[in-house]
């Protein structure tokens, strides 16, 4: 970044954009999130085609991909160069980073070995793309390892602080103050595939040693599909060929003159070859003469990437039984399949999830579900009234529904251990699960039983139920279970996911005669 | 009369005027001041001043807590989380009686953000000049010997702890387990660590918290009481409407008192009994000082 450029201040304005939305996805003390905070993700051609490629139907939410998708049409690959601020980040260190040359393993037809596959997997309702999609990288690695990272460094300095200075450390606490409100988040929470998500992260600033860009040019999949449109489009760069007397483009370029001829498909519009042009000869303009190109891609590409889409989408379609029993979806996902169609991945959910339910899949849903995202009880529980991880998903894979309908999606069901649970177990009061339970007419009640502790002295005790017309799975209950480790009740999946009835059905009200089938006194 | 002689006196008629010694202390009994009305913030005025005022409580140049309960993400009229207009007022009280800081903080059971939006207590204190709505701060928890009969120590807050004066601003409400919630479990929304684990024996645990950690003030708030599905409700027609509040110094007094307002006696809620065996406070109507306003 030396020279200050129009398609430099756009990216750096875009990185800043991408960074305060990434910060905005966050609950502020208002029920609704400016609804910009996920523009990068329904903005992104990638992201609109394979889902829309997958739900087999029009998405309105993800018109501003394929409109951005029709403006490469004419303008090329405009979106990496101005836009892409993963793009951006890798021009920022790239200049520090010596080059060794390409990987030739990279320089063929890799990027569309893996752009291929995810979109023909997509049409076999598999929505894998956004595993690569750049702005899904990015945001994964800022969400699940960077912003968490740099909150637990910057919250333990100040715990640390308070141990040193004790109550003195109010002076400083306007300062800090600020910078938790707007920059911190709001607990750290450890994910799963933090490590992962990062180092994918760190290896794609790591090519940067063979090449200028090289994620981009050689594998980025929305680079790639951007690439094939703008093949099709008006828009040629003249002289198509560096210049026999000159060849300054060849080192000015960042992707498309390591050959004699301007490669279209990676050219990203960076304008350096126009502007540093010793002659001022080159141009960009619509309709010029259609430069001498090859085939996009051989037929055995073609095929062999449409193959392996099938592989991708049904090769891993195997499922563990038991990880299956505890996969909560979050609040709104009725149906597995078509949910997998339309999660891009993105990771937007989780790093918006109040209460830090939300975390990546590894294999819990199978190697076709991994980023997606599941609820795990024990570590965070959906907050009843509220309804951002629907606001924030561009795909809508989680539904934006208001609160009352939200309250009534069913994401699982609780049961309990009653070899674990303590007035069963240890025949002693507890109730915790009771007390916390949102729903209010309680979809976990107790009944008052008569009997004998085991010390020996006869008593009441209150032993807990779960009533499954009123449970919506929220999982407050086993996240509050006082008891180590594992909780002694549990939200399970259920397949049937209708949503509970508006009014709380004619349910008896606590502390009356109804009694749990399964409940045995004493 | 010689003073040995005197002493002598007052033992031997206790013999024989059985409870007159008691019974003359007892007349002055804990005063528990009862308003009702319309007007919130009066109600809580004039409930302070037939206990001699805020000034009797807190002095000019001391840090003030008031502990509501924000325990819940709900609005103020499902009568889960104490009424903002009652907090601010005592606020404002202890404002005017010359607090240097009034701090006002829960441990919440939901999110802590959206307790502290939905109660309105934050909305409602905001732009007050020394005056702090916070979360709580994991670091300030420390360790406290209660030496009590079921809990030998336990994590208060240390701002909690360290207030030169505790106002303790329950509301009143049912709750599964101990039947209600008044005083003296609000004071749970000071214990760290894991809360839930006292439950199984929950009157005992309250009294040791409680023996250790006297609020100096207890308000109940019974503006409107959840009566069914506590402590978090969420449905109106569980709750009622008294437009009271209770204020006493003896915090059992004022349980016991707030009790009645759901047709139970206090020798009902066990927590109020363990409290009264031990000395907390008075738990018998009849032997304290109601004062209506």
């Known amino acids: 970044m030396k020279k200050v450029t129009t398609p430099r201040i756009s990216q750096l304005l875009f990185l ?96 569309y070995w893996l752009l291929l596959p995810l979109l023909s997997s997509s049409l076999l309702g598999v929505n894998l793309a956004g595993l690569l999609d750049p702005i899904a990288l990015l945001l994964r690695a800022l969400t699940f390892f960077f912003h968490p990272l740099f909150g637990d460094t910057v919250r333990g300095g100040w715990r640390s602080l308070y141990g040193l200075m004790g109550e003195r450390r109010d002076l400083l606490d306007p300062g800090y103050r600020l910078l938790r409100d707007y920059l911190l988040p709001f607990r750290e929470t450890l994910y799963p595939l933090a490590f992962f998500s990062a180092l994918l992260f760190v290896l794609i600033l790591f090519l940067e040693r063979y ?232 979809a976990i009640r107790s009944e008052r039983v008569e009997l004998t502790g085991f010390d020996g002295v006869k008593r009441t005790v209150q032993q807990p139920y779960v009533v499954d017309e009123l449970c919506n799975g929220c999982g407050i209950c086993e996240n509050v279970c006082p008891l180590e480790g594992k909780a002694a009740i549990e939200v399970f999946r259920v397949k049937d996911r209708t949503p509970l009835t508006p009014s709380s059905p004619a349910a008896p009200p606590p502390g009356d005669s109804y009694t749990d089938p399964y409940a045995g006194n004493s | 009369m010689e003073r040995r002689q005197f002493i002598k006196v007052l033992g031997l008629s206790s013999l024989f005027l059985h409870g007159w010694l008691r019974d003359l202390f007892a007349a002055q009994g804990p005063v528990v001041a009862v308003a009702q009305g319309t007007d919130h913030a009066g109600i809580t005025r004039k409930a302070l001043s037939a206990l001699g005022g805020m000034q009797r409580f807190v002095k000019p140049g001391q840090t003030v807590v008031v502990k509501p309960n924000i325990g819940w993400d709900r609005t103020p009229e499902y009568a889960a989380t104490t009424n903002p207009v009652v907090v601010r007022t005592l606020v404002e009280e202890c404002l005017k009686a010359g607090a240097k800081k009034v701090k006002v903080f829960d441990r919440t059971c939901n999110d802590p953000r959206r307790c502290y939006a939905s109660s309105g207590i934050e909305a409602a204190l905001k732009g007050m000049k020394n005056v702090e709505v916070k979360h709580l701060e994991e670091e300030r928890f420390k360790n406290v010997a209660l030496n009590g009969k079921v809990l030998k120590e336990w994590e208060l807050y240390g701002e909690a702890v360290s207030a030169d004066v505790y106002i303790n601003v329950p509301v009143a409400k049912h709750h599964g387990l101990s039947r209600l919630t008044l005083g003296m479990k609000n004071v749970m929304g000071i214990m760290g660590g894991n809360r839930g684990s006292i439950h199984k024996n929950i009157d005992q645990a309250l009294a040791d918290v409680n023996a250790a950690f006297r609020p100096h003030l207890t308000l109940i708030d019974a503006t409107r009481i959840l009566t069914a599905h506590g402590p978090q ?57 109601i004062v209506r306003v």
């Open chain 1, 211 to 442: 090449e200028r860009r090289a994620w981009c040019r050689r594998l980025c999949p929305l680079g790639t599909l951007l690439g094939l449109v703008s093949r099709l489009g008006p828009l040629r760069r003249t002289p198509a060929k560096l210049c026999a007397d000159c060849r300054a483009c060849r080192e000015r370029c960042p992707t498309s003159f390591d050959q004699e001829l301007l490669q279209t498909e990676e050219c990203i519009l960076c304008m350096e070859c126009a502007l540093h042009c010793p002659s001022r000869r080159v141009r960009f303009r619509f309709a010029g003469p259609r430069p001498q190109v090859g085939p996009v891609m051989e037929r055995r590409v073609f095929l062999g990437g449409v193959v392996g889409g099938v592989v991708l989408a049904r090769g891993f379609r195997f499922r563990d039984p038991a990880a299956q029993a505890k996969l909560l979806r979050p609040p709104g996902v009725r149906d597995e399949d078509e949910f997998l169609k339309k999660c891009v991945r993105c990771g937007e959910c989780m790093k918006v999830c109040l209460r830090s339910a939300l975390y990546p899949a590894f294999f819990q849903a199978g190697a076709e579900g991994l980023y997606t995202p599941l609820l795990l009880p024990r570590l965070g529980y959906c907050e009843y009234n509220c309804t951002l991880c629907g606001q924030v998903c561009p795909t809508g894979a989680i539904p934006d529904l208001p609160r009352e309908e939200k309250q009534r999606q069913v994401i699982g069901k609780a049961a309990f251990d009653k070899n674990h649970c303590l007035p069963f177990a240890k025949r002693i009061d507890c109730i915790v699960c009771e007390e916390h339970c949102p729903i209010p007419g309680k």
């Open chain 2, 233 to 289: 409700g969420g449905n109106l027609a569980d709750v009622k409407v008294l437009n009271q509040v209770i204020a006493s110094t003896d915090i059992v007094a004022a349980d016991a008192y707030a009790t009645t307002l759901f047709g139970l006696k206090p020798a009902d809620i066990a927590v109020t009994r363990a409290a009264y065996r031990r000395g907390l406070g008075e738990m018998n109507l009849d032997r304290m000082r």
């Open chain 1, 16 to 111: 800043a954009l991408f960074l305060v939305l990434f910060l905005a996805t966050e609950y502020r003390g208002s029920d609704r999130i400016v609804a910009a905070v996920n523009g990068f993700f329904r903005a992104n051609p990638l992201t609109a085609a394979s889902t829309m490629l997958a739900a087999r139907s029009y998405l309105p939410l993800l018109l501003p991909g394929l409109i951005v998708l029709v403006a490469a049409l004419f303008l090329g690959r405009f979106f990496c160069g101005w836009i892409c601020p993963l793009g951006t980040i890798l021009d920022l260190v790239t200049g520090r980073i010596r080059k060794v040359g390409a990987i030739r393993a990279l320089t063929g037809r890799a990027k």
